[in-house]
């Protein structure tokens, strides 16, 4: 009963590629989010989605696209994968009653463009 | 625009010991929340404690408590009795709150932490 589970877990991929990442809670939740962790460990948000509708698009390339087919879910599509595009996707939830400042992590997406 | 900053890349303690992670923050906004995080090797992403710029008292959570200052921008983590299993990179994160509050996430560089036997 994860509660916010993405997949997959480890993603190794050539340049180029595209490739998505899939995100699913199941704690009734109404706002997802996209961060990503560089090789330096800096975390940094990526968009968030309430209700299927995007709230935070932070300065991201347009090859990274989010898609919100359900409150349920949030994926993120990466056309033409970089080497750069390296890291750890993390994507985390949160509900409209107890507030956006209490985020429930997933457990991450290492992706590695060789 | 909020920034967060650690300066301590790295720390380490002896078990049973107590130890101080230091954060400060910029922003001009009166309402926010502060959070430390815990990030172990696994990965996850693990929250530790939250603090409401609003309230005064000290945030607490069994071994863990924090010394926040508003005037001085400064959130600092206090590990009590530090224990093996608090080995991970902890993060100090800043966040608006009331009706600027879009669940946006800001993050400090980490702090490595490590607990020696």
């Known amino acids: 009963d994860t509660a916010v589970s993405q997949t997959p877990k480890y993603l190794v991929t050539q340049m180029g590629n595209d490739k998505s990442i899939k995100c699913e809670q199941n704690l009734g939740h109404d706002t997802m989010y996209w961060y990503k962790q560089d090789s330096k460990k800096f975390l940094k948000i990526m968009f968030s989605y309430n209700n299927k509708e995007l709230i935070i698009n932070e300065t991201v390339p347009n090859r990274f696209s989010p898609k919100s087919p359900d409150k349920a879910h949030l994926n993120l599509h990466i056309n033409s994968l970089e080497l750069g595009d390296s890291a750890v996707y993390f994507c985390?939830?949160?509900?409209?009653?107890?507030?956006?400042?209490?985020?429930?992590f997933g457990p991450g997406t290492r992706l590695l463009v060789l | 625009a909020q920034t967060v900053t650690q300066s301590q890349p790295e720390m380490s303690v002896q078990e049973a010991e107590t130890v101080t992670l230091s954060c400060t923050y910029d922003?001009?906004?009166?309402?926010?929340?502060l959070f430390w995080y815990k990030q172990p090797p696994s990965r996850q992403m693990i929250l530790v404690i939250r603090?409401?710029?609003?309230?005064?008292q000290n945030a607490t959570e069994n071994r863990f408590s924090v010394n926040f200052q508003k005037a001085a921008k400064s959130f600092s983590l206090k590990i009590s009795d530090s224990q093996l299993g608090d080995t991970a990179m902890y993060f100090c994160a800043f966040m608006r709150a009331g009706s600027g509050n879009t669940g946006k996430l800001i993050f400090g560089q980490g702090t490595t932490l490590q607990v020696k036997p």
């Open positions: 603090q409401e710029a609003y309230k005064q």
């Open positions: 985390a939830s949160s509900h409209p009653t107890s507030g956006r400042e209490t985020q429930y």
């Open positions: 922003t001009s906004e009166n309402n926010y929340y």
